[in-house]
């Protein structure tokens, strides 16, 4: 059985949004054709409170993609995005969501990030995604969406970490790439074993 994982495809990661991520609107017709050949498809959903330990409007005198030290780790800080129930948060207008049988919410818990569709960024913290894929019987996964360095690729290795067959079509992908960030994740998800498509 195999599974297409939709990593965040919202609003304000697109253009016009809060952390447009460029080019973003230009995979969502592919990913569109590609759920038509899914066993099972999951959409993630960055989904955030207002006043997220994570936005760097929190942090007084500090700027968005900064880092700060949080109990978990190294920690960039974004702009405000994707707050709970707000346009930025939903997803972009074309995608075919209602093909998805389950959404993934992440970035809920006010103090720590998510960018996994499967565990926080304290690296514990699990979205119960691990234990749907188990139920349905799914070992291999493949990953498109937003962004290739952070969302995806952290998607990525903790599939790989938990015994999927994991892919990432990078030609409906779409990277920030901060200081070197894409060819940093593309080396670590290489070494992880996931196929780079």
Same mark, same amino acid.
């Given at each position: 059985?195999?599974?297409?994982?939709?990593?965040?495809?919202?609003?304000?990661?697109?253009?016009?949004?809060?952390?447009?991520?460029?080019?973003?609107?230009?995979?969502?017709?592919?990913?569109? #054709?590609?759920?038509?050949?899914?066993?099972?498809?999951?959409?993630?959903?960055?989904?955030?409170?207002?006043?997220?330990?994570?936005?760097?409007?929190?942090?007084?005198?500090?700027?968005?993609?900064?880092?700060?030290?949080?109990?978990?780790?190294?920690?960039?800080?974004?702009?405000?995005?994707?707050?709970?129930?707000?346009?930025?948060?939903?997803?972009?207008?074309?995608?075919?969501?209602?093909?998805?049988?389950?959404?993934?919410?992440?970035?809920?818990?006010?103090?720590?990030?998510?960018?996994?569709?499967?565990?926080?960024?304290?690296?514990?913290?699990? #979205?119960?995604?691990?234990?749907?894929?188990?139920?349905?019987?799914?070992?291999?996964?493949?990953?498109?969406?937003? $962004? #290739?360095?952070?969302?995806?690729?952290?998607?990525?290795?903790?599939?790989?970490?938990?015994?999927?067959?994991? #892919?990432?079509?990078? $030609?409906?992908?779409?990277?920030?790439?901060?200081?070197?960030?894409?060819?940093?994740?593309?080396?670590?998800?290489?070494?992880?074993?996931?196929?780079?498509?």
């Amino acid at each position: 059985m195999h599974a297409l994982i939709v990593i965040d495809v919202q609003n304000d990661f697109c253009l016009g949004g809060a952390l447009a991520v460029a080019d973003g609107d230009s995979i969502v017709e592919g990913i569109n #054709t590609l759920m038509a050949e899914a066993d099972c498809i999951v959409l993630t959903q960055d989904w955030h409170p207002a006043g997220h330990s994570s936005f760097a409007s929190t942090h007084e005198g500090l700027e968005p993609f900064g880092t700060v030290e949080m109990p978990y780790g190294p920690q960039v800080l974004w702009p405000d995005h994707c707050i709970e129930g707000s346009i930025g948060a939903r997803f972009h207008t074309l995608l075919e969501k209602d093909r998805a049988q389950m959404i993934v919410r992440k970035g809920f818990r006010s103090q720590v990030d998510s960018y996994s569709a499967f565990f926080e960024n304290d690296k514990t913290t699990a #979205t119960g995604l691990h234990g749907y894929l188990q139920e349905r019987g799914i070992k291999h996964l493949t990953l498109v969406g937003l $962004a #290739t360095d952070f969302c995806v690729a952290y998607s990525a290795l903790d599939g790989a970490r938990l015994g999927y067959d994991v #892919t990432v079509k990078e $030609a409906l992908c779409r990277a920030i790439d901060l200081d070197g960030s894409l060819n940093a994740a593309r080396a670590q998800m290489r070494e992880a074993g996931v196929t780079l498509a």
